[in-house]
């Protein structure tokens, strides 16, 4: 189990930028699409919210992946308080 | 120092705890569901589905705030204590609460309406940012360690509970008003109501004392000086927090807006059932589904909190598109179609010129009534060109009323949603405070769980709507969202999270 901790927490400090990147070309997609003036004010908030929330926990879930990585959550079954 | 308190004294910390938190939670949950007419109220008629959506992006700020709130006032309950800070959270959101309900509209004061509810909102995200975390510390802080999850998962209750009151004043306050009139102003009465009941909380929570852990440690001087740095800067236990909130609130704050928001949003806007019908339906299915907070709440006090919360969210993950699925397919016009027609009334067309062309726009609404009393609007526009031409437009159903076996489908569908958020919910204020040390508890619990339920839930119907407008989604699509945040809750909580409680919560 802990040999799996180790290896997810690589996954997870790439899934963070991957997912940073995913949204970032969604937003740049969606600006994009719209028509009128208004529209694009309202999809430009509307994305800028979501990028703006989900950037520091995209870091945070790296963060989470390098502990992991580095054998941080190995052996919690003992004792889960610090 | 908590096991010996009495069974009676606990039920009335509890009692005190969740009405105060009850009542936050009613205050916070008037806003979404009447996000529609909020939208009408703030934004220029024209705005259509963007008035929606921005309303529910306002909606949605009061969520992201949560976290802040969770650093200010977690903070503070941890300096000052319990007591007073969820006293001070109480009165912050009634009184948004009732100044929302006092902003004039749109056509009145133009831009500011919006800006000043979005301010309101804030406040009031901030306020319950402080709240749950003390609540449910003060309730677990008194509680025998055994029992710890019977007792807080009253506190669980009351989010549920507190959906449950925004949605029978809202449905009461509209009946006896009428559909008019309570889109025209009385969709401020819940809002103003808000005064009267937080009140009536202050009055009850003036009353009660400090919690005992916080008490002691306070009378031995090891108060933290610095709870953000002591719960933040210090890696093991800032660890536990990127834990609590990756492998279980993440997961579970969508299981539950998926169950108790999305749901009623989706068979009010997507099936475009009659404003009732969705909050009936709603209602049941809480009204079945709330005993079960506190046994599953219970249960985890003898199994562990872990499988069962992660239990809760593998059937989210499973069922979700099934349950919305037969939602779409008992809502088409196909299904109405098979039922014996009893009654077709036309209303007068309405004739509304285009702006800036010779065009204008026809619209007739006829009403079809069935013979098991199911029934539906059906809206006809189309546009008549000044040669008296005819360009039909789709035709669109709306204020959909069930026949009362598809009603009752329904709620037991919705009922089991809400059973896998008791599944999710009901533990997991024990599994949050048995996680971190008492003198920084409220802080570092408060903000995994905001995080958890304030951003990833509180922005589910914002982001499941946004994805299902996009072009070739379909309305299915706004599930993928929940989905995928609860299948990595799911892995990250069955590797990483252990199952053991941890009794000894008075370090």
Known sequence: MNALKKFLGLV????????????????????????????????????????FIFFPISLGLMIFGFYAWKGEYENLENSQKV | MNETLPQHNIFKVIGASSLGTLIEWYDFYIFGSLAVIIGHQLFPEDAGASALINTLAIFAAGFIVRPFGALVFGRLGDLIGRKYTFLLTLVLMGGSTFLIGLIPS?????????????????IQGLALGGE????????????????RGFFTSWIQTTATLGLFLSLGIIVITKNILGAETFGD????IPFLLSIVLVGVSIYIRMKMHESPLFSKLKSEGKVSKNPLKESFNNKANFKMVLLALFGATMGQGVIWYTG???AQS??????????????????????FATPFFVVFGAWSDKVGRKWIMLTGMLLGIIFYRPIYQTFLNDTSEEKFAKNDLVSKLQGSAILTPIPNTNDTLRIVETKFSFKDGSGYTKVTTDTVSLSKVFLHGNDVLKSKILPQSIFWKFVGLVFFQILL????????????????PTKIRYTSMSLPYHIGNGVFGGLVPFIATLIASFSGSTPLSGLWYPIGIA???LVIGTVYLSNKRDENIND
């Open chain 2, 260 to 262: 108790q928001f999305y």
């Open chain 2, 132 to 147: 749950y975390g003390g609540a449910a510390t003060y309730v677990a802080e008194h509680a025998p360690k055994n029992r």
């Open chain 1, 12 to 51: 997870w400090m790439i899934l963070g930028p991957v997912a940073m990147t995913f949204l970032f070309i969604q937003a740049i997609d969606k600006v994009s699409l719209a028509h009128t003036e208004v529209e694009r004010t309202n999809t430009l908030l509307q994305w800028a919210i979501i990028l």
């Open chain 2, 421 to 436: 958020v008791t599944m999710v919910y009901g533990p997991i204020a024990a599994f949050l405070v048995e996680l971190f």
């Open chain 2, 487 to 489: 299948a990595l809750s």
């Open chain 2, 185 to 188: 102003w009385g969709w401020r």
């Open chain 2, 106 to 122: 749109y056509k009145t004061i133009g831009y500011a309406a919006p800006i000043l509810v979005l301010i309101l909102r804030l």
């Open chain 2, 266 to 287: 989706f068979l009010e806007n997507t099936c475009k059932l009659d404003f009732n019908d969705s909050r009936y339906i709603l209602l049941w299915g809480i009204a």
